[in-house]
């Protein structure tokens, strides 16, 4: 696969503290696979559908033990150059740009609102081996609580343009051309107050039902849903360890897409 355009939602990991029962519970849910732990690159566990590489799970670094979430990674063509563009806009490196054997050059940051993101500048790991299918990222939503400092954030330091979509959700879709890339929505009350802003990452599944009921029978928490869109049958689900994620079955859509306004 050629590198993404940049800006392009990359690839996705999560840190567990349960890297093995992590593998069990996404085995069953998103039947993945997975490789032999790289214990050059700190035990990170590659996971693949359909023989396609999709995500990894890690264990945590010593010290750096923490609450399990996923993390989704933008490609970009510098990331020296993007962390720069990072501070000037509000936002704060969690890790300086670093490079990963020659697989390539990670960064961690956050924006001014408190998401945590990630930069991947492609070696020979391009990212996603497949999207959009059974088990491989779909989609992601940026859920915050200060929307307008994300809105203004992720556009400077990425070629998004900007537009919201019709209807009473505080909703706006970031594009990259004429192709949308990232969502973004405002955390309302339906949010315990605890709970962090974060990027939710969406994964392909065939049957959304089917996806939530193992899910569930394996220690996940049902968040919200199921439910239809026009974009698909969807549920917001936490995993065992409270890594929270979606499931998405594209392939049942339910109604017409929202129109946009005010494009910038």
Same mark, same amino acid.
């Given at each position: 696969m050629a590198v993404p355009p940049e800006?392009?939602?990359c690839w996705a990991d999560a840190t567990f503290s349960d890297v093995e029962g992590a593998e069990r519970f996404y085995s069953?849910?998103?039947g993945w696979t997975f490789s032999e732990a790289s214990t050059e690159f700190g035990d990170y566990t590659e996971a693949y559908a359909g023989g396609k590489a999709v995500a990894a799970l890690? &264990? &945590?670094?010593? $010290?750096?033990?923490g609450p399990s979430?996923?993390? !989704?990674?933008?490609?970009?063509? @510098?990331?020296?150059?993007?962390?720069?563009?990072?501070? @000037? #806009?509000? $936002?704060? !490196?969690?890790?300086?740009?670093? #490079?990963?054997g020659d697989f390539g050059t990670m960064c961690l940051a956050r924006d001014p609102g408190g998401?945590?993101?990630? !930069?991947?500048?492609?070696?020979?790991?391009?990212?996603? $081996?497949?999207?959009?299918?059974?088990?491989?990222?779909?989609?992601?939503?940026? !859920? +915050?609580?200060? &929307?307008?400092?994300? @809105?203004?954030?992720?556009p400077a330091v990425f070629p998004y343009r900007s537009k919201r979509l019709e209807g009473e959700t505080d909703f706006r879709v970031y594009d990259l051309g004429e192709r949308s890339v990232l969502g973004r929505m405002r955390m309302t009350d339906d949010f315990p107050p605890e709970a962090p802003p974060y990027i939710n990452v969406y994964f392909a599944v065939a @049957?959304?039902?089917?996806? =939530? +009921?193992?899910? +569930?029978?394996? $220690?996940? =928490?049902?968040?919200? #849903?199921?439910?239809?869109?026009p974009f698909g049958r969807f549920a917001a689900i936490g995993d065992p360890q409270g890594a929270d994620f979606s499931v998405i079955d594209i392939t049942t859509t339910v109604g017409e897409a929202p129109g946009t306004t005010g494009a910038t």
């Open positions: 800006g392009t939602p069953d849910v998103l890690v &264990p &945590p670094m010593p $010290g750096q033990e979430q996923w993390c !989704l990674y933008f490609a970009v063509e @510098d990331a020296a150059a993007t962390a720069v563009r990072i501070r @000037d #806009g509000g $936002g704060e !490196l969690l890790m300086e740009p670093m #490079g990963i998401v945590v993101f990630g !930069l991947w500048q492609a070696g020979t790991h391009e990212g996603f $081996g497949a999207t959009a299918v059974p088990g491989a990222y779909c989609w992601a939503e940026i !859920l +915050t609580r200060e &929307p307008e400092k994300s @809105d203004a954030f992720f @049957d959304c039902d089917e996806a =939530v +009921t193992r899910a +569930t029978e394996r $220690g996940g =928490v049902l968040r919200s #849903g199921p439910v239809d869109t």
